[in-house]
T-cell receptor, first 113, second 110 residues
Framework: GAGVSQSPSNKVTEKGKDVELRCDPISGHTALYWYRQSLGQGLEFLIYFQGNSAPDKSGLPSDRFSAERTGGSVSTLTIQRTQQEDSAVYLC???????????FGPGTRLLVL | QKEVEQDPGPLSVPEGAIVSLNCTYSNSAFQYFMWYRQYSRKGPELLMYTYSSGNKEDGRFTAQVDKSSKYISLFIRDSQPSDSATYLCAMNDNFNKFYFGSGTKLNVKP
């Protein structure tokens, strides 16, 4: 079956521009996560959505970062006024509530020049 | 102090060797422990999952959890070049947030 998909796969932008990253989770998965992975680093938690509950935004590094999930399915991570330190791979994962297995997408590689 | 500590490596071993990968953690509330494998330019995929202390074996892979020491391990027997990847440990406390190690890069030489 279809896995988690993310778009675009690669994004190059100029410092100061806004970017939107998209995640399509596995159908029926109620939980959705965004992570950031910098070169040689582990996964840094950004935000978590669970059903219709308020999202856990505790990992967002600044107010330039925001995310929304429409209709309990597709999610968009927006980075405003991008900075060079935002360059990283942004990974999305989804899972079924009460199951520990997260299924990851291939990631979006963001490069801010 | 990070919630989860993991040696980044890289770890280079000959084909057929036994590989030991480890993580330590600080939060005694963690109950669920996972190992993910990540190939280059791919998303992580779940390899092993254990609950609380003990061992779990799946083919050439064995996961161990020692909650008293806050220490988890992944052993790979008869390592193959196809095992070359980055291995990430992850854990959570029965809530919804997962904590990942920084990953250990493994290279198995033919």
């Amino acid at each position: 079956g279809a896995g988690v998909s993310q778009s675009p796969s690669n994004k190059v932008t100029e410092k100061g521009k806004d970017v939107e990253l998209r995640c399509d989770p596995i159908s029926g998965h109620t939980a959705l996560y965004w992570y950031r992975q910098s070169l040689g680093q582990g996964l840094e938690f950004l935000i978590y959505f669970q059903g219709n509950s308020a999202p856990d935004k505790s990992g967002l590094p600044s107010d330039r970062f925001s995310a929304e999930r429409t209709g309990g399915s597709v999610s968009t991570l927006t980075i405003q006024r991008t900075q060079q330190e935002d360059s990283a791979v942004y990974l999305c994962a989804s899972r079924v509530t009460n199951q520990e297995t997260q299924y990851f997408g291939p990631g979006t590689r963001l490069l801010v020049l | 102090q990070k919630e989860v500590e993991q040696d980044p490596g890289p770890l280079s071993v000959p084909e057929g060797a036994i590989v030991s990968l480890n993580c330590t953690y600080s939060n005694s509330a963690f109950q669920y422990f996972m190992w993910y494998r990540q190939y280059s330019r791919k998303g992580p995929e779940l390899l092993m999952y254990t609950y609380s202390s003990g061992n779990k074996e799946d083919g050439r892979f064995t996961a161990q959890v020692d909650k008293s020491s806050k220490y988890i391990s992944l052993f790979i027997r008869d390592s193959q070049p196809s095992d070359s990847a980055t291995y990430l440990c992850a854990m959570n406390d029965n809530f919804n947030k997962f904590y990942f190690g920084s990953g250990t890069k493994l290279n198995v030489k033919p």
